[in-house]
């Protein structure tokens, strides 16, 4: 079985070299020079109703949707 397949070895063990720090993930400011759009209502209550109706049709295919 591959080593990251091993769900004990899926977090770094504290103090080793490969964890990457949080400052690094962050990107609060870029996200806020991106420019935005406003809201689709229509698009944001038909989701919801989308993804159940494929959840009880397909589950297996539920999340490429």
Same mark, same amino acid.
């Given at each position: 079985? %591959?080593?990251?397949?091993?769900?004990?070895?899926?977090? %770094?063990?504290?103090?080793?070299?490969? &964890?990457?720090?949080?400052?690094?993930?962050?990107?609060?400011?870029?996200?806020?020079?991106?420019?935005?759009?406003?809201?689709?209502?229509?698009?944001?209550?038909?989701?919801?109703? &989308?993804?159940?109706?494929?959840?009880?049709?397909?589950?297996?295919?539920?999340?490429?949707?």
């Amino acid at each position: 079985m %591959p080593e990251f397949a091993n769900p004990q070895n899926a977090v %770094p063990p504290e103090g080793s070299t490969t &964890a990457t720090p949080l400052e690094s993930l962050l990107c609060t400011e870029d996200l806020h020079r991106r420019p935005s759009r406003p809201p689709d209502y229509i698009k944001e209550n038909r989701a919801p109703a &989308a993804l159940a109706g494929e959840l009880a049709d397909s589950p297996g295919t539920m999340l490429r949707t």
